[in-house]
T-cell receptor, first 111, second 112 residues
Framework: DAKTTQPTSMDCAEGRAANLPCNHSTISGNEYVYWYRQIHSQGPQYIIHGLKNNETNEMASLIITEDRKSSTLILPHATLRDTAVYYCIVGSGGSNYKLTFGKGTLLTVNP | EAQVTQNPRYLITVTGKKLTVTCSQNMNHEYMSWYRQDPGLGLRQIYYSMNVEVTDKGDVPEGYKVSRKEKRNFPLILESPSPNQTSLYFC???????????FGSGTRLTVV
């Protein structure tokens, strides 16, 4: 499985965009990039996923570089409730049934 | 409401006493999975299931059993719990190649 590298922590001001980077240089052609977040000890929450194209939903946008070796999750207007650990994950073998979670990025949104 | 339901939320048990943590989803998802989360080790997959009667080991399957007799249910069985299985457990389900996993609220298990 492709491994991912994320910063350990990041800060963001409330109301500003939060840009969370992720490196996945060994990603293979049929592997998706998934983003989840976990608030304290709650169950992880799915945010968004993509293969090649940029994606946007009601929660966030996902920008994947053309070579697919890195991606950025964008929360357009961060709120205090977006404070969480954000996980960037590459799906195993093109299927999404096996996801390996790393340590993630602790995003702290400050007032 | 679409959800994954785990029971119980909290459980304290003694070493060696068999227990089952139930997991049920109402979204007709094919894939289901169990994870455990420990401080410093993150989320690790225990077992997963791709459909009824189809299960496979994840990264840390030792000491656990699962079954998938019905599409909606995926119980996690600890035949002889030990203190190193004290952890926070999450069940999750997903449709193939779709929206990603929906996770349950977690079961905090303590084995003394």
């Amino acid at each position: 499985d492709a491994k991912t590298t994320q910063p350990t922590s990041m800060d963001c001001a409330e109301g500003r965009a939060a840009n969370l980077p992720c490196n996945h240089s060994t990603i293979s052609g049929n592997e998706y990039v998934y983003w989840y977040r976990q608030i304290h000890s709650q169950g992880p929450q799915y945010i968004i996923h993509g293969l090649k194209n940029n994606e946007t939903n009601e929660m966030a946008s996902l920008i994947i570089t053309e070579d697919r070796k890195s991606s950025t999750l964008i929360l357009p207007h961060a709120t205090l409730r977006d404070t969480a650990v954000y996980y960037c994950i590459v799906g195993s073998g093109g299927s999404n049934y096996k996801l390996t979670f790393g340590k993630g990025t602790l995003l702290t949104v400050n007032p | 409401e679409a959800q994954v339901t785990q029971n119980p939320r909290y459980l304290i048990t003694v070493t060696g006493k068999k227990l089952t943590v139930t997991c049920s989803q109402n979204m007709n998802h094919e894939y289901m999975s169990w994870y455990r989360q420990d401080p410093g080790l993150g989320l690790r997959q225990i077992y997963y299931s791709m459909n009824v009667e189809v299960t496979d080991k994840g990264d840390v399957p030792e000491g656990y059993k699962v079954s998938r007799k019905e599409k909606r249910n995926f119980p996690l069985i600890l035949e002889s719990p030990s203190p190193n299985q004290t952890s926070l457990y999450f069940c999750a389900s997903s449709q193939r190649q779709a929206q990603g996993y929906t996770f349950g609220s977690g079961t905090r298990l303590t084995v003394v």
